[in-house]
DNA sequence: TAGATTGTTAATCGATTAACAATC
DNA sequence: TAGATTGTTAATCGATTAACAATC
């Protein structure tokens, strides 16, 4: 997913705005646009120009051009290369209820280049159907299926009081990566990229911006 | 949700650790412990010991105690203050499918100080039933039961392409923070609080990292 | 007392923004 | 040509980390 070489050195900052453009710059191709500057998108997305020239530099084979700005679709398919987009990665789901669900539905992952072959529970009614046309597995068979998968990302959306284990089983099948979205912290070896989907934590950050709204307002 | 005067001034770094904090240290309670020192709570958290005590003394009205650390059930207590976990503010939820009834249940956002008061789809099929005991209303009566409600906080779980025009709508009704869920950046008035839960970038930073780390170890 | 741990001041780091010459 | 827009260098800002005296 992702040029290794290229990937390496850009900022984590960086890396989180480039979908934001990337759907952006997709929009106004379908609007009939063909280049844009990056005074426009900055507008628009409520962004610095120098940090939208920025942040395209480090991902675009070609210069913007002085006067006219940036062209869309070669703009688009350099974020698709950088970012994976164009070549899937597979991984599995643990957790196949609410919200493992949505997230299998959540606007295709396969957009994204994350291509989702198996998912498990431990709920026997659910263990043999399909959630979205992934089929649901004894999460018993965990870590077996996943080395036999050859899996790099696990996506946890257990209990939090399941979290732990099934990290830890992920990471026994080999799993190198992982998606947590259950509330706790997970303890794992160094060498494991984990990304938490922390929602007390976003709606913390919601509420101070609220808190600073209405008291501005005072 | 918390109180205005002290949430101010707080960086935004501080506030998202402060949820992870609150998790660790229930826990803690919960195993029998009665303090803890900053250093193991940054061993525990992946932390620096220095930035975890600085964000400790932002929110909390002891100070630790050298060679004993931190009273956890006073530590607790001041963050439940400061984040609003203990008096709890109304929200509304737009789109009741698969995400929407996701997030109602996700460990109860009660528990987070937010009471979704109401939720609204555009489907008549879950129009009237309720979900995780929410009911569902007909997206039509949006803006005029968000402003007899005098809710502050909505919820958009639809799909992208129905996302800015909900947003509008809460916003009419009086709204003034929006939490998205939809991939697509909302316009909205200066004096409205977003927070967008972007799952592509978030995605997008769990692969850089994985590739940083498979790039290590060639 | 001795030492683990605190709170604070100063140094570093990383990311954003401002200034400006180059150019289509 | 004139001017909008680019890419880059320097300045600023904010957050993290290092150093260290104070203290239970």
Redesign the interface.
């Known amino acids: ?2 040029n ?1 070489k290229e ?2 050195n ?1 900022s ?1 900052a960086t ?6 453009y ?3 710059l997709t929009e106004k191709l379908a609007q009939g646009e063909k280049t844009v500057s990056s005074t426009a998108i900055a507008e ?2 409520h962004l610095n120009a120098v940090q939208v020239r920025k942040d395209l530099a480090v991902i675009s084979s070609v210069a913007g051009k002085p006067k006219l700005g940036f062209e869309l679709s070669e703009l688009i398919a350099d974020i698709d290369r950088f ?2 987009y164009d070549n899937v ?1 597979d991984a599995v789901l643990v957790g196949a ?3 493992g ?2 997230l299998v ?3 295709g ?1 396969k957009n ?3 291509n989702i072959v198996a998912a498990f529970d431990t709920d026997p009614s659910l263990i043999g159907t399909s959630v979205g046309g992934v089929k649901v597995f004894d999460a018993k068979e965990l870590s077996k299926l996943v080395r036999r998968l050859n899996v ?2 696990g996506i946890v959306a257990v ?2 009081g399941a979290a732990q284990q099934v990290a830890d089983e992920l990471v026994e099948g080999g799993v ?2 992982i ?1 947590n979205f259950a ?3 997970l ?1 794992l070896p160094e ?5 938490n ?19 501005s ?1 005072k």
Do not use: C, Q
């Open positions: 997913m992702g290794n990937i390496l850009v984590k890396i989180g705005r480039l979908p934001a990337h759907r952006y628009d997305l970012l994976g990665t209820g609410g919200l669900s949505a539905g959540y606007e992952f994204y280049g994350l790099l990302i209990p939090r190198r990566a998606w509330p706790v912290h303890t060498n494991i990229a984990v990304k989907e922390d929602m007390a934590a976003s709606l913390a950050i919601l509420s101070k911006r609220l808190a600073e709204i209405l008291n307002e």
